[in-house]
């Protein structure tokens, strides 16, 4: 049992670049979310989805589409990146969101934009 | 925001329980506190969580505070293994969807 699997583990890109980074998970999870952390401090919300079609924004949104087109899958796009997205990205997952649920993280994407 | 608050950092002594604070005295009543620790380099990993009453597992311990504005995380004997960042996290007010993660507790265990 996989888990959650994050796909590149480090990036580096231009600024203006585009990239998609990968989040899978074999855990039939209806909920699935994106999270930044940025040096030393805790995680925010980017996007989140309750299951296949539906997303929804979170804290932090600005930069960054996100798609549902299958219960595993939820790609985080970055359409032309800026300096201020290097950070480390996760995915997390549980089964349905409801908050008496815990979370299952990815390991994580290391992004750097120069 | 209902919003946690918890020491930047503490230290403990391996083979010795461990007890982090967490303040949420803005939390409302259907609001569930999570526990979850970084270690470096890795992602968040589920510790426990709880609404009202203490709750245990094999991890550690969660003491809920009858007013529920506080809550502390028991870690019964501390190992090297445990030093990581601990976080305290509530659910975001108005979305049953969101966690909202503070900066946490860095946790020191001295050999």
């Known amino acids: 049992n996989a888990g959650v699997t994050q796909t590149p583990k480090f990036q580096v890109l231009k600024t203006g670049q585009s990239m998609t980074l990968q989040c899978a998970q074999d855990?039939?999870?209806?909920?699935m979310s994106w999270y930044r952390q940025d040096p030393g401090m805790g995680l925010r919300l980017i996007h989140y989805?309750?299951?296949?079609?539906?997303?929804d924004q979170g804290e932090v949104p600005n930069g960054y589409n996100v798609s549902r087109s299958t219960t595993e899958d939820f790609p985080l796009r970055l359409l032309s990146a800026a300096p201020s997205q290097t950070s480390v990205y996760f995915c997390?997952?549980?089964?349905?969101?409801?908050?008496?649920?815990?979370?299952?993280f990815g390991s994580g994407t290391q992004l750097s934009v120069l | 925001d209902a919003k946690t608050t918890q020491p930047n950092s503490m230290e403990s002594n391996e083979e010795e329980p461990v007890h982090l604070p967490c303040n949420h005295s803005?939390?409302?009543?259907?609001?569930?506190i999570h526990w979850y620790r970084q270690l470096p380099s890795q992602g968040p990993e589920y510790v426990i969580h709880?609404?009202?009453s203490n709750v245990n597992n094999r991890m550690a311990s969660l003491a809920i505070a009858e007013d529920r504005k506080s809550s502390t995380l028991i870690l019964h004997r501390a190992t090297l293994r445990d030093a990581a960042v601990y976080y305290c996290?509530?659910?975001?007010?108005?979305?049953?969807?969101?966690?909202?993660f503070g900066s946490g507790t860095q946790l020191t265990v001295l050999p």
């Open positions: 803005t939390i409302s009543g259907t609001d569930y």
């Open positions: 855990m039939n999870h209806e909920y």
């Open positions: 709880g609404l009202t």
């Open positions: 989805s309750v299951g296949a079609g539906i997303t």
């Open positions: 997390a997952s549980s089964y349905s969101g409801s908050t008496n649920e815990k979370l299952f």
């Open positions: 996290i509530l659910r975001v007010p108005g979305s049953a969807r969101q966690l909202t």
